[in-house]
């Protein structure tokens, strides 16, 4: 015959045994209110004896603190949940909160209208924080009272929200540096999506760089993928065939500027440099000069920030270094 499993002491069996209410053991266990100091000796030493524990998450609802961490991912579809950043993201979060019992979950909020999202968000007494990542400024002005100081973001912040994120400008510059030292004068870059505010910060690094080197400002909108950076480079080709470099505002545009530069018959690197910008795997395989971008470094920053309740103020950049390859 199979063991029966042990009972389940529950806060009942433990007001019983400590003869106070089951709200004062409910108080006593998660700290949401008053207790006398005998109530309260008197319910750790039955909790004690009957080999009571507190379930995590009932102690957390009752604290109002929430139970899970969510990440909300701004896209223009659903396909933003699948990409590689979002996933180092993800599991940056989920390494750091299961120490603390608590879990995360990844939700994609619209480009447009995303207040309705984060209300639900702010009412869901499960959740405890919001790391918000492709922040807009819509997003911001949207944050509900009841979400601040449990709402981090990664790119853009506001008075309210904090923010993290990698110092891309500082690693455009450097990247316009290299390619003018290298002997590049018509340099052109593929930007990431024109919706995207944290995207606006190297291309206005490039524009300053190019500019002060004296060299036409060349600059074609694109994205986050190999198509937008194959599409950015037609277009790069179209207006100024002379280009002798293109920067990509990541690596998957880098890669789609390096597929449609040889179906033209451009040499890598003698006709056109080429750089990226993540030092993705990918990078390192087609010998693509890039700069690194520490994503899990800033993840970890972002979850700890929400954990602590961090104070709202400015942004937290962290630095990138210039990758040096045969692209470039």
Same mark, same amino acid.
């Given at each position: 015959?199979?063991?029966?499993?042990?009972?389940?002491?529950?806060?009942?069996?433990?007001?019983?045994?400590?003869?106070? *209410?089951?709200?004062?053991?409910?108080?006593?266990?998660?700290?949401?209110?008053?207790?006398?100091?005998?109530?309260?000796?008197?319910?750790?030493?039955?909790?004690?004896?009957?080999?009571?524990?507190?379930?995590?998450?009932?102690?957390?609802?009752?604290?109002?603190?929430?139970?899970?961490?969510?990440?909300?991912?701004?896209?223009?579809?659903?396909?933003?949940?699948?990409?590689?950043?979002?996933?180092?993201?993800?599991?940056?979060?989920?390494?750091?909160?299961?120490?603390?019992?608590?879990?995360?979950?990844?939700?994609?909020?619209?480009?447009?209208?995303?207040?309705?999202?984060?209300?639900?968000?702010?009412?869901?007494?499960?959740?405890?924080?919001?790391?918000?990542?492709?922040?807009?400024?819509?997003?911001?002005?949207?944050?509900?009272?009841?979400?601040?100081?449990?709402?981090? *973001?990664?790119?853009?912040?506001?008075?309210?929200?904090? *923010?993290?994120?990698?110092?891309?400008?500082?690693?455009?510059?450097? *990247?316009?540096?290299?390619?003018?030292?290298?002997?590049?004068?018509?340099?052109?870059?593929?930007?990431?999506?024109?919706?995207?505010?944290?995207?606006?910060?190297?291309?206005?690094?490039?524009?300053?760089?190019?500019?002060?080197?004296?060299?036409?400002?060349?600059?074609?909108?694109?994205?986050?993928?190999?198509?937008?950076?194959?599409?950015?480079?037609?277009?790069?080709?179209?207006?100024?065939?002379?280009?002798?470099?293109?920067?990509?505002?990541?690596?998957?545009?880098?890669?789609?500027?390096?597929?449609?530069?040889?179906?033209?018959?451009?040499?890598?690197?003698?006709?056109?440099?080429?750089?990226?910008?993540?030092?993705?795997?990918?990078?390192?395989?087609?010998?693509?000069?890039?700069?690194?971008?520490?994503?899990?470094?800033?993840?970890?920053?972002?979850?700890?920030?929400?954990?602590?309740?961090?104070?709202?103020?400015?942004?937290?950049?962290?630095?990138?270094?210039?990758?040096?390859?045969?692209?470039?």
């Amino acid at each position: 015959m199979a063991e029966r499993p042990p009972p389940v002491v529950t806060l009942e069996h433990v007001a019983r045994a400590a003869g106070v *209410s089951r709200a004062t053991v409910s108080r006593a266990v998660t700290g949401s209110g008053p207790v006398s100091a005998d109530a309260l000796r008197r319910v750790r030493a039955a909790a004690e004896a009957l080999g009571y524990v507190a379930d995590p998450i009932a102690r957390a609802l009752a604290r109002g603190t929430g139970t899970r961490l969510v990440v909300a991912m701004t896209g223009t579809s659903d396909a933003v949940l699948d990409c590689a950043y979002t996933g180092r993201v993800l599991s940056t979060a989920a390494r750091l909160l299961a120490p603390e019992g608590l879990g995360v979950a990844l939700r994609r909020l619209p480009l447009h209208a995303p207040a309705a999202e984060l209300d639900a968000l702010a009412r869901d007494r499960t959740v405890g924080g919001v790391v918000l990542v492709n922040t807009t400024a819509e997003e911001l002005a949207a944050v509900p009272r009841e979400l601040r100081g449990r709402v981090v *973001s990664i790119g853009v912040g506001s008075a309210v929200v904090p *923010s993290v994120d990698v110092d891309a400008a500082a690693a455009a510059a450097a *990247s316009v540096a290299h390619l003018v030292r290298s002997g590049r004068r018509r340099i052109a870059m593929v930007t990431g999506p024109e919706w995207l505010p944290c995207t606006r910060r190297p291309v206005a690094a490039f524009r300053a760089a190019v500019a002060a080197a004296g060299l036409p400002v060349r600059t074609v909108p694109g994205g986050f993928d190999a198509a937008a950076g194959a599409a950015g480079a037609e277009e790069v080709l179209a207006r100024w065939p002379d280009t002798d470099a293109v920067l990509g505002s990541c690596d998957d545009v880098a890669l789609g500027v390096l597929a449609v530069l040889r179906r033209h018959g451009r040499q890598v690197p003698g006709d056109v440099a080429v750089t990226g910008f993540d030092d993705a795997p990918l990078a390192e395989v087609t010998d693509l000069t890039t700069a690194t971008h520490p994503v899990e470094r800033i993840a970890d920053a972002a979850v700890q920030a929400v954990l602590t309740g961090a104070p709202a103020d400015g942004t937290l950049f962290f630095p990138s270094e210039l990758v040096l390859r045969r692209s470039a």
